[in-house]
């Protein structure tokens, strides 16, 4: 299997806005749950967000990122990515995509290796 890569992080400030994307095959677009995790210094890795076009287009997100990041997909380029706003220090991390059997599961069970991530620094 295809280990994920990630891309788009960077240093930001606080209040502002990044792009991620991790690409994927057009079957896993289609059949799959996408996620995105993450991992901060000194913290175990924590679930983000995830979507699921299976059954009709489905979005999950962990309650510290709600209304302020937006994860989507790009069928034409074989993509995901998770649009973050308004950016807090508290989302400084090591950003990692993965995609699992169902957005009701891939929280708990994903079905890649991880692959390096990304880094995203916000500072104040």
């Known amino acids: 299997q295809v280990q994920p890569v990630e891309n788009g992080g960077r240093s930001v400030q606080a209040g502002g806005s990044l792009k991620l994307s991790c690409a994927a095959s057009?079957?896993?677009?289609?059949?799959?749950?996408m996620g995105w995790f993450r991992q901060a210094p000194g913290k175990a890795r924590e679930f983000v967000a995830a979507i699921s076009w299976s059954g009709g287009r489905s979005t999950k997100y962990a309650d510290s990122v709600k209304g302020r990041f937006t994860i989507s997909t790009d069928s034409t380029n074989n993509t995901f990515a998770l649009q973050m706003d308004s950016l807090k220090p508290e989302d400084t991390a090591v950003y990692y995509c993965?995609?699992?059997?169902?957005?009701?599961?891939?929280?708990?069970?994903?079905?890649?290796?991880w692959g390096q991530g990304t880094q995203v620094t916000v500072s104040s």
């Open positions: 057009e079957r896993t677009l289609r059949t799959l749950a």
């Open positions: 993965n995609v699992g059997p169902s957005i009701a599961t891939i929280s708990r069970r994903v079905l890649r290796e």
